[in-house]
């Protein structure tokens, strides 16, 4: 396939990103870049000057809602993008609701007890919908032990599944950044028809 | 009991046991799990009630903060 039938292609998809943070932010516009048609962005942070350091944002949009900073810049990459940003904190109800009719949702909460939740959500009430997660990537180095794995139908998890953030292993640039284009390139796989294992 | 738990074989000499009884078994420490069988999902609070038994599908996924 070339660029241009990946791009039409993904013109009729629409992605979920559950949290606008370090992964959510690289992730969708990495999807923006490739012509993903329609994204809905959901969380209910402002931009924060210490998000700087990993997150998908400019000093300039400090104190603006992060779903509407992430927008504009998805819009200054590719305006044809549609944007649905929804301003909200996100319990199981909005999941269901917020992400109807999404072909893949990306799991892009910092906090484990959130992923525990949208996990939990998806696979009891959604289950015919993939979610791609991010788990394990803080601190530095270690790029090797970073994969993806498919541990049951419809559930993608990329990272290393053991570095938690801590005070002394903070969330950065580059790790971060290899997770969230990790979750972009498995999303593409899945919406180009390929979701068994070894595909991944 | 032979029973799939994520997506590797696995023999146990118990005929069966119940969710909690195989995260001990599996030493599995993580605090946030969602656990999985046949398809379905058990959630935490049902893992003392719901029982393995031979040729099931099984799930247990640890989750970690970070993102």
């Known amino acids: 396939m070339n660029a241009e039938e990946i791009r039409k292609l993904l013109s009729n998809k629409t992605v979920g ?3 606008c943070g370090g992964l959510g932010s690289n992730c969708a516009v990495a999807l923006a870049r490739i012509g993903t048609g329609h994204l809905i962005l959901a969380d209910f942070d402002t ?8 997150q998908y944002f400019f000093k300039h949009q400090t104190g603006k809602k992060k779903v509407l900073a992430l927008a504009e810049n998805i819009h200054s990459i590719d305006e044809r993008i549609k944007i649905t940003a929804v301003d909200v904190k996100l319990g199981p ?3 269901v609701s917020v992400f109807a009719g999404c072909d893949v949702i990306v799991e892009a909460f910092d906090l484990a007890e959130m992923k525990r939740m949208i996990a939990e959500t998806v696979i009891a009430e959604m289950p015919g919908t ?16 970073i994969g993806v794995e498919k541990p049951t139908e419809n559930i993608y998890v990329c990272g290393d599944g053991t570095s938690e953030i801590s005070e002394e292993l903070p969330p950065l640039a580059p790790r971060v950044g290899i997770v969230a284009n990790m979750q972009a390139n ?6 180009l028809g390929n979701t068994k294992e070894d595909t991944l | 009991m032979n029973i799939t738990l994520n997506n590797r074989p696995e023999t146990f000499e118990e005929e ?3 969710f909690e009884e195989l995260i001990k078994r599996k030493n599995f420490t993580f605090k946030m799990l969602v656990t999985k069988l046949n398809g379905k999902l058990v959630r935490k609070e049902d893992r003392h009630k719901v029982y393995i ?15």
Request: glycine share 14%; no cysteine; net charge negative.
């Open chain 1, 130 to 145: 993939p979610l791609v997660m991010g788990n394990g990537m803080a601190g530095w180095g270690k790029s090797n032990t």
């Open chain 2, 53 to 67: 038994k031979e040729g099931d599908d099984v799930t247990v996924m640890h989750l970690i903060s970070g993102g």
């Open chain 2, 16 to 18: 069966s046991m119940t």
């Open chain 1, 93 to 95: 109800a909005d999941i």
């Open chain 1, 17 to 19: 990103i559950a949290g």
């Open chain 1, 47 to 54: 931009v924060d000057v210490s998000n700087l350091n990993r």
């Open chain 1, 186 to 191: 498995t999303v593409l796989n899945i919406l």
